[in-house]
């Protein structure tokens, strides 16, 4: 069976939301039912830019079951279920286990003493490049790498965020827009500075189209005076635990 295409992957706040790990925001109280209105209006503003949304099974007792893009990477018809390295993550993974088969992918995993959180893997037309983050380790990459079978993977040390993806992503062309100080940016092509931190991490919701969180104003106004498409949407709740856009989702193109 091949996979359902055009498909984002999302799982609800679970109950733990506010006890979810803090690594680099201040850690404030997290309001969770503004968390689950936030949420709607993340799968809405996919929906409306024409993605099917699946919601992947709970995992009420993770606090972070949220962050779904960390349990698993989709490249073609392959899944890869991560291996956290943060223990309170490790029972999200049968889930996203779950959803992959029932999209008809291919699934394989990350194994002992790999790790590997899925918002360290960011894939574009050149290379796949990851991550080498406190989430992720250099014997997770080894693994990913023989899994996604010759694909180019190139590694790059992060050093000023929780994950390579919450400081650098990809443009709809390809090009790469974060913050160079946060990894090792001569592991990386051209980066260009994003005005904003929050502007580090988009999602592309198409070919002319991006999701972009509410706190990123100037990345928004330069992105749409680019002649891209722009949607902001308010997740304040989820920064607050380290989270972005990227992570609320896996999108299966
Ligand atoms: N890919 C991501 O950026 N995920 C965010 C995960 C946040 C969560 N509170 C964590 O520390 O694991």
Not at 15 to 25: E, N, Q, Y
Not at 95 to 101: E, I, K, M, N
Not at 194 to 215: Q, R, T
Not at 223 to 233: E, F, H, M, N
């Amino acid at each position: 069976m091949s996979a359902a295409r055009r498909t984002a992957l999302v799982r609800a706040p679970g109950p733990r939301l506010a006890d979810g790990l803090v690594s680099f925001a201040a850690r404030r109280p997290v309001d969770v039912g503004l968390a689950r209105r936030q949420h709607d209006a993340y799968t809405a503003a996919l929906r409306a830019a024409g993605w099917t949304v699946r919601a992947v099974p709970p995992a009420d007792a993770c606090p972070d079951a949220v962050f779904v893009e960390d349990a698993l990477v989709v490249c073609g018809d392959v899944a890869v279920l991560g291996r956290a390295a943060a223990p309170s993550r490790a029972g999200e993974a049968a889930g996203a286990d779950r959803a992959a088969r029932d999209l008809g992918l291919r699934v394989e995993r990350i194994e002992p003493p790999g790790t590997l959180d899925g918002g360290d893997v960011l894939q574009t037309d050149r290379a796949v490049y990851v991550g080498l983050s406190t989430r992720t380790n250099e014997d997770g990459i080894c693994q990913l790498a023989r899994l996604l079978g010759g694909r180019p993977v190139v590694p790059v040390r992060v050093t000023g965020a929780l994950h390579l993806k919450s400081a650098v992503t990809a443009l709809p062309d390809g090009s790469l827009i974060g913050l160079p100080d946060a990894v090792d940016a001569t592991a990386l092509p051209y980066l260009r500075v994003a005005p904003d931190p929050a502007g580090a991490h988009l999602v592309v919701l198409g070919p002319d189209h991006v999701l972009l969180a509410a706190s990123a104003p100037r990345t928004a106004a330069r992105l749409a005076a680019d002649g891209l498409r722009v949607t902001t949407v308010d997740i304040s709740e989820f920064e607050a635990l380290d989270g972005c856009v990227t992570c609320l989702s896996v999108l299966v193109p």
